[in-house]
């Protein structure tokens, strides 16, 4: 008997030990003359002389409750003559119809409301700093100093409801599939990944410090030496970098990683898990994902995160203008690794010529020196200070490389190659927005065969175009040395909607092939061992083939929620500062506190 009723609460776990017996989004019209109990806030109260209603509101949504000063000898009536906004009370009360004139159809429960014979007050609010309901024209550092007030906004709520349905479905799509979840270390050792690291004092030992890590790449890599062979983690990072509308000192990554696999068995998985894991918030992934090549998603849309949900694709034209009267753009044909690309933004030949000289300085926020333009207006007249120049055969090949119309504008670019992508893909995202070009739904691809480095100009350096750990090609081993450009690497970027959503790669588990990595990233053998000492020495132990994944959890709920920055999916986020408006955090500390650790502030 004791075993069939434990099995009956369960079936309603928000009944255990709860104060409610119903939640203010569940009741219908089936549930007219049960008796109920609903704990929530007061959203409206609305007092009709003789009637007074009261939208009572918890997570689950909204429920009107109706206190009728005839009914129950009015106590219930009179303490509702009391309430205001955010009070935190206990209806209990029975459910009925509403009239069929008052019936609401925009609210889930609006066929039925409560007859209130009881309420407790649980909680008196003071009158709060915004509106608690959606669209309100608060600035966002209001909100965030009041955050435990925003979060009980219902748009904030159903934000975090999507990113626990979301992490929910990942973790059982991995636990389904064999995989091991293991924790790791949020006190290691400082790496040079890319990013500053948040260091913390050891006061055990003094002078010395532990390192927050930025991923757990190093740790997942040592499981897989371990003989783990199907990890996962839905791990916090942090990284001490500026911050914008996608990204925060810390976030959280859906990290995976695999033993005895190639990039198509990790590609793969990672297919299936999120098919799975979309599909629980009702959302299709329709799979094998697209692959785009790193190159192709350069030329083609000027960048490594393409937005395919929209044309506007980037176009080579420097043959057309190879023997020009323009001297910048036949110099640029005339000359080895320089090209001249151009970009096609429908509707913006009508504007403005002022509106269109303003876009110079977007440009030149993408590495542009200047915007050579041509604006074909609707009356079939041409506008731009460099046409003049350009015979009739350059213009009508422009027209048909360019599909031109009347009323479009296209926009060059001069340079070597991916500065001309970067420059044009800018400017691609900058036009959408700007023209206002729809992106419906969803779109996801792999972005896959990316260089293995790329050259830093500021540092006059190799850098690693992902991360030191990845596999180089391996016909490409002997250009390790020769020509580091041309070497490839095994990596693929998860992108969505015009985001890297997430990325991986194949690791290196050949010590020797580590070794001459590091070295060209500008590692000495002696540097390399103080940093890395333990990887190098687990990769001598016998380490198997692997190859991982890591998942922006933050961003891919960001866009799962259609907003537009991360901080709308976190539940205690930081300003674009580092700040927490909330706490006040960061903040001082004691002199007794530096002492104990051993740092004295300059």
Known sequence: MAETTAAACCQN????HSMHTRTCGELRRENIGEEVTLTGWVWRRRDHGGLIFCDL?????????????EHAAGTAFHTAETMRSEWAILVHGTVIARDEETVNPKLATGEIEVLA?????????KTPPFQIEDGIETSEDTRLRYRYLDLRRPEMMAAMRLRSDF?????????????MEVETPALFKSTPEGARDFIVPSRMNEGEFYALPQSPQLLKQLLMVGGVERYYQVAKCFRDEDLRADRQPEFTQVDVEMSFVDQDDVMGMMEDVMKDAFA???????????RISYWDAMDTYGTDKPDTRYGMELHDVTEIFANSKFKLFAGAAAKDGQYVKALNAKGAGTWPRAQIDKLADVAAGFGAKGLAWIAFREDGSVNSPIVKFFSDDEMAALRSEMDVEPGDLVMFAVADRKSADEILGGMRCHMADALGVERPGHDFLWVVDFPLFHWDEDGKRYAAEHQPFTQPVVE?????????LAVGSYTYDFVMDGFEAGGGGIRIHDPEVQMRVLKLLGFTEERAREQFGFLMEALEFGAPPMGGCALGLDRVCMLLAGKDSIRDVMAFPKTSSGADLMSGAPSAVSGRQLKEAGIRLL
């Open 13 to 16: 776990p928000m009944d255990i």
């Open 117 to 125: 014979d009881r309420v407790e007050v649980l909680g008196r609010s």
């Open 280 to 290: 629980a918030v009702g959302v299709d992934l329709p799979t094998p994902l697209r």
């Open 476 to 484: 490409d081993l002997d250009k390790l040395e020769s020509d580091p």
């Open 167 to 179: 992490t929910f479905a990942i973790r059982e799509a991995f636990h389904k599939r064999a995989f």
């Open 57 to 69: 509101r918890d997570r689950d949504g909204i429920t009107q409750c109706t206190f009728d000063p």
